[in-house]
């Protein structure tokens, strides 16, 4: 399959259907940067340590580099994602069934967004996957079981492991610093802090964009007719494309996940939101390096709650938890129900 630049933009000229697919795919990274890549930098800016608008440019720079780099070192991620479902090896149906599964993450995660509630890309991308394999198989038939335990792998190894890196991190932070003059911390932590958002920007990129990239890879392996993407070799423009829609994704919409993730949730003080940021930068890339994708969202917000545990308990505002933990359970049935539906409508009409 032809992944050059110039075969691509001919194609979206001359292809209806590659048109679409791209359209839903750049659509579902721009809410990506919209609600999910501004976890990266929230607690950057909760604590002042950067404005709103040098964290954006920061952070876009960083997924670029977290999406070229850990894609050329690792690029288990995208095919986790590529090989998750089988649509039956008819790439027009296939093509069907990818649209509406992109349609339903716009859809949820457009939703929540308002709510200023952080959803996870991740999950939404692979229920949806799923429920149009659902809608074409009228069963579980298309499910490729051995790569969705991956996923539920990932979704208790972002939360065991982003709570207790964070909890380890900021502890060993607080033996470290504890006779230190604070006046004379805070700006070692601010500058540290800087180096932490841009690492969790890095590995965002890491897994998101790789996810995303895996899922365009679908889109033009089926608009070429063929079953699915397989392994080949990444262009840097996709890597590109990627890191910009997510760098204006969150400079249009990002500030209520900011407050929600890195004001409302736990109160931080600086060098709490070094430890947040390292230690979930950490278990990303332990997670990218195993191929094993999970939520960026689930593992920042879990590192913030066991930072906010080294103190107390309660200083973890738990109805702001509660309303992100029922957004990500409502998150698979939910956008799985929605592209089974839209998959379904969009057979009917075109008879396949």
């Not at 890309?121 to 996957?129: D, K, P, T």
């Not at 939520?295 to 509660?322: L, W």
Request: one cysteine or more.
């Amino acid at each position: 399959m032809d992944v050059s630049f110039g075969h691509f933009i001919g194609q979206l000229g001359s292809n209806p259907a590659m048109l679409i697919t791209t359209l839903l795919t750049i659509g579902v990274i721009f809410v990506n940067g919209w609600t999910d890549a501004p976890n990266a930098i929230a607690t950057c800016i909760s604590t002042r340590c950067m404005g709103v608008r040098p964290a954006i440019l920061m952070s876009a720079l960083f997924n670029f580099l977290g999406v070229f780099i850990m894609t050329n070192i690792n690029s288990s991620v995208v095919f986790t994602i590529s090989e998750m479902v089988d649509f039956g090896g008819n790439s027009e149906e296939a093509l069907v069934a990818l649209c509406a599964a992109l349609f339903s993450i716009v859809v949820y995660s457009t939703g929540a967004s308002w709510l200023g509630i952080p959803t996870s890309e991740s999950h939404s991308l692979i229920a949806g996957l799923t429920g149009a394999a659902i809608a074409i198989h009228n069963g579980l038939g298309g499910i490729n079981f051995s790569e969705w335990a991956k996923v539920l792998y990932g979704l208790v190894l972002s939360l065991a492991l982003g709570f207790g890196s964070g909890w380890a991190c900021c502890k060993l932070v607080t033996v470290i610093f504890r006779n230190a003059d604070r006046r004379k911390a805070n700006p070692f932590f601010r500058w540290a802090q800087i180096a932490g958002a841009a690492a969790m920007s890095f590995m965002h990129g890491a897994q998101d964009g790789q996810k995303f990239i895996g899922v365009l890879f679908l889109g033009l392996a089926y608009c070429s007719g063929m079953d699915g993407a397989g392994s080949m070799a990444i262009p840097v423009w996709l890597m590109l494309l990627c890191s910009v829609v997510m760098g204006v994704g969150t400079s249009v919409g990002g500030e209520k996940i900011i407050k929600s993730v890195g004001m409302d949730m736990v109160k931080l003080e600086k060098y709490q939101g070094f430890s947040a940021d390292l230690s979930a930068a950490f278990c990303l890339l332990l997670s990218t390096v195993w191929g094993v994708p999970v939520s960026t969202t689930h593992t920042k917000t879990s590192a913030i709650m066991g930072v906010g545990a080294v103190k107390r308990i309660s200083a973890i505002n738990f109805s702001v938890v509660r309303d992100m933990v029922l957004t990500w359970v409502f998150t698979f049935p939910g956008c799985g129900l929605i592209s089974f539906v839209v998959a379904k409508i969009f057979i009917s009409v075109w008879g396949f």
